[in-house]
């Protein structure tokens, strides 16, 4: 798995400016209407996915460890699915449907930063980020009535801190592409 990690250090990259990008947009724009914010999530949830299933195919290609990487992608697609499909229904259930990603998302996160902890030095980043959703996750569901702005600023954060983590991560990565194995 750090040997595609490694040589995709790129795509976590990209995935980590785009989540900065969505926090970033959710702070400046929190008068927009919340269809604008559901679609929002929808696109990032999609993106997010996509790259995470490439990586796991990718690590699938080389018989290495790959099916967290490939449910965590599946999980953001269907979660960015929901979210197109069903945006007024989603404006009622999105504060349960981002806790339950959240969630399901850092645990997947975790479970890679165990995984990759004997290959390479900084895997605590990815570990921090797998904690901090879980956390964010817990929240939502224990404190509900904070309302949907108050959770679009909860998004805003946690998506720029995501993105700082993924894109430390990368460029950690990216050191390692020239050294010998």
């Known amino acids: 798995m750090i040997a595609v990690l490694t ?10 400016l785009f989540a900065i990008l969505f926090g970033l947009a959710a702070f400046a724009m929190p008068g927009i209407t919340l269809a604008v914010v559901i679609l929002l999530f929808g696109a990032y949830a999609i993106v997010d996915g996509t790259f995470a299933i490439v990586a796991g195919l990718r690590a699938a290609e080389r018989h290495e460890r790959w099916w967290a990487l490939l449910l965590e992608g599946i999980v953001d697609i269907a979660a960015g699915v929901v979210a197109f499909a069903w945006p007024a229904l989603t404006a009622l259930l ?78 950690r990565l990216r050191g390692l592409r020239h050294r010998p194995a």
């Open 7 to 16: 040589r995709n250090w790129w795509a976590l990259a990209l995935r980590g």
């Open 94 to 171: 999105l504060l349960y449907l981002v806790s339950v990603w959240a969630v399901v998302t850092g645990l997947l996160e975790i479970a890679a930063a165990i995984r990759i902890r004997q290959a390479i030095k900084g895997e605590w980043l990815l570990a921090i980020n797998g904690v901090v959703s879980v956390l964010l996750g817990v929240f939502l569901v224990v404190v509900p009535g904070g309302g949907i702005l108050v959770l679009i600023y909860w998004i805003g954060g946690y998506a720029i801190f995501f993105g700082v983590l993924l894109l430390g991560l990368a460029f």
